[in-house]
């Protein structure tokens, strides 16, 4: 059942948004709209004037030659008519303006928002729904909302007007309008309310869809979709879901058509029975031409004028419910980085706060909503200025244990401390500037290389001479400065002039972005070499002693070549640590470690 205040329920909220988009744009276009209702009541009443002018004048005047009153009501109506054309042009404009920057504003919010979600809140399929509405609906809604409002405001001044006029004829003309006008809008506003419940529940399927048109045309994954014929399945399921999607939306439409058709008939029935109570009132001399002709125009207005208002508050349900989208996503509760104040009764804190180095404590983790552990009772310490290799199978928790660090996530169970102190304890920005960091599925962003590599570093994001530096420290220089721009070279396809670049030259923008920070003195490298051929890869193990010096280096690599240039190696194997030592010590043992490096070394042999 549709609460009586559902219309409205947002409203407050949404004009809080247009009010502070521009106060000035929103206080003219209300006043220009009470203008233009006004406008249309004063030219229907001058024409009024007119026929009456135009009956008494009959048989008075020379033929073919108007009287001076006739002249001066045609001319005032003629001022008016041209006033009104100006008045809805500048609302309109008004209006557009606003819109426009209204779309800006919400956008700007649900961006502002966005950002602030940790990675488990993007990780999560919830979360990803109630963005991808805010998204796709919500954005538009205020302004829709808005123009509904206006539409009411014109609607109520016209009929209000209208009403004066209508009740010194018959008080029961105007009641029967309105009562004529309540069945299509009950009907309007259920099928809307039907067409909003329809679309949420789709959210996650319209996901998959959104995600086969993304497979279907992104250049990244055009190589294997053309090289294993994937298109036509690709197409066909892409087909197959949105033709349902087609075929569900159609179907409510054409329930909502036929039913708001054969309500609105109740509508055209009043208006024409308030037709014949006008016109028998002219026949029998109660009123003038003049005044049946003003009548006539007012039960017209005065349908059109409740049928909007009607249909706007309708229209106002819908907005609400998808506003409702909008202010859901806005709410959600920030997964806020917890300082140790925060933590309730404190944790056991066995290690000395003067020690220097990074340390997991007890560490356990388990991702949201999983049920397998993805690390148990983790202990792993790296004194300052040293390193230490991370070895494992894939899903045995390396990255996880990183992402810990760097406090994309925090422990289930445990602590991860640095320098003697629990990273929940650092000031975020503080933390962040000690960290130099590659990701094994680096972004590949459609800047230009110098922006590509000052992503490393927010405060130094322009400057290209602390690029270059970070350039000669990734390898990368020799390849950049061969470049059409050089760091000003366009990179990626998606803009004009844009240059691809291979695999291993992506990672090694992306390891440049690493070394950014230049007061960095804890690197973190996911595969590092994964994408480099033979000679980039040899040039970077011949750098790691240098690049590594003074710093503390966290390196995940599938490569023994790097990973026995660490100090310390650590074995993960379904989320625990099985050993850990130096390279030598480890082929030593003769155990996991001993196996897969055997492995790999059979390859080369």
């Not at 208002?309 to 202010?327: P, Q, V």
């Not at 094994?440 to 405060?459: K, W």
């Not at 640590?577 to 080369?604: D, I, N």
Request: proline share 3%.
């Amino acid at each position: 059942m549709v609460k009586i205040t559902a219309p409205f329920e947002h409203t407050p909220r949404a004009f809080n948004l247009v009010w502070r988009t521009s106060r000035a744009a929103a206080i003219g276009v209300i006043a220009l709209t009470v203008l233009s209702a006004l406008s249309s009541v004063q030219i229907a009443y001058v024409g009024k004037l007119i026929v009456d002018s135009v009956v008494l004048a009959r048989g008075t005047v020379q033929t073919g030659v108007l009287s001076p009153t006739i002249i001066q009501w045609i001319t005032l109506e003629f001022a008016l008519v041209v006033a009104a054309a100006l008045i809805e042009r500048c609302a309109g404009l008004l209006y557009q303006a606003l819109g426009a920057r209204l779309t800006l504003q919400v956008s700007n919010l649900i961006l502002t928002k966005a950002l602030t979600l940790s990675l488990a809140q993007f990780e999560t399929p919830l979360v990803n729904d109630k963005l991808r509405r805010a998204r796709s609906e919500a954005s538009a809604r205020p302004l829709s909302l808005m123009l509904r409002h206006l539409q009411v405001l014109r609607s109520c001044v016209t009929v209000a007007a209208y009403v004066v006029l209508l009740v010194r004829l018959d008080s029961w003309i105007f009641l029967g309008l309105v009562i004529a006008c309540i069945p299509a809008f009950v009907a309007e506003a259920k099928f809307s309310e039907a067409t909003f419940h329809l679309r949420n529940l789709r959210s996650p399927d319209r996901r998959r869809l959104n995600y086969l048109e993304y497979v279907a045309t992104d250049d990244r994954h055009c190589k294997e979709v053309k090289l294993f014929r994937l298109g036509p399945i690709l197409l066909e399921r892409y087909a197959s879901a949105a033709e349902k999607f087609h075929n569900e939306e159609f179907s409510l439409l054409r329930r909502r058509s036929i039913w708001t058709y054969l309500l609105s008939l109740f509508s055209t029935v009043g208006c024409y029975v308030c037709y014949g109570g006008v016109a028998i009132h002219a026949a029998r001399g109660a009123i003038s031409i003049g005044d049946m002709t003003l009548y006539f125009a007012a039960i017209r207005q005065g349908q059109q004028g409740v049928q909007t208002i009607l249909s706007a508050i309708g229209g106002m349900y819908e907005d609400n419910l998808y506003m409702s989208n909008l202010f859901d996503f806005l709410s959600i509760t920030t997964d806020v980085p917890q300082r140790l104040g925060s933590l309730g009764a404190p944790r056991p804190q066995s290690v000395s706060a003067s020690e220097k180095g990074i340390r997991f404590h007890h560490v356990s983790f388990r991702y949201p909503d999983a049920s397998d552990w993805a690390l148990q009772d983790v202990n792993i310490f790296v004194p300052e200025s040293q390193s230490l290799a991370l070895v494992g199978e894939n899903g045995a928790g390396k990255t996880t244990l990183l992402k810990l660090l760097i406090r994309l996530y925090e422990p289930t169970v445990g602590q991860v401390m640095l320098d003697g102190r629990d990273v929940r304890a650092w000031e975020p920005g503080a933390l962040s500037r000690r960290l130099g960091v590659i990701f094994q599925d680096f972004n590949r962003y459609q800047f230009n290389v110098r922006e590509n590599v000052g992503a490393g570093s927010a405060e130094h994001f322009g400057d290209p001479v602390r690029a270059t530096r970070a350039l000669q420290s990734a390898g990368a220089w020799d390849f950049v400065r061969t470049l059409p721009r050089g760091v000003d070279t366009q990179l990626g396809r998606w803009f004009s002039e844009g240059l691809e670049l291979s695999g291993g030259e992506w990672q090694r923008i992306a390891l440049a972005r690493a070394f950014m920070q230049e007061d960095a003195d804890i690197l973190i490298l996911d595969e590092p070499t994964a994408a480099l051929d033979a000679a980039a890869e040899h040039a970077l193990f011949e750098r790691f002693e240098k690049l590594t010096q003074g710093r503390t280096a966290i390196v995940i690599s599938h490569r023994f070549p790097t990973v026995r240039m660490a100090d310390r190696v650590v074995v993960l194997e379904k989320g625990r640590v099985v050993e850990e030592g130096t390279h030598a010590e480890l082929l030593a043992l003769g155990s996991r470690y001993a196996q897969l490096f055997a492995l790999q070394a059979q390859g080369y042999q």
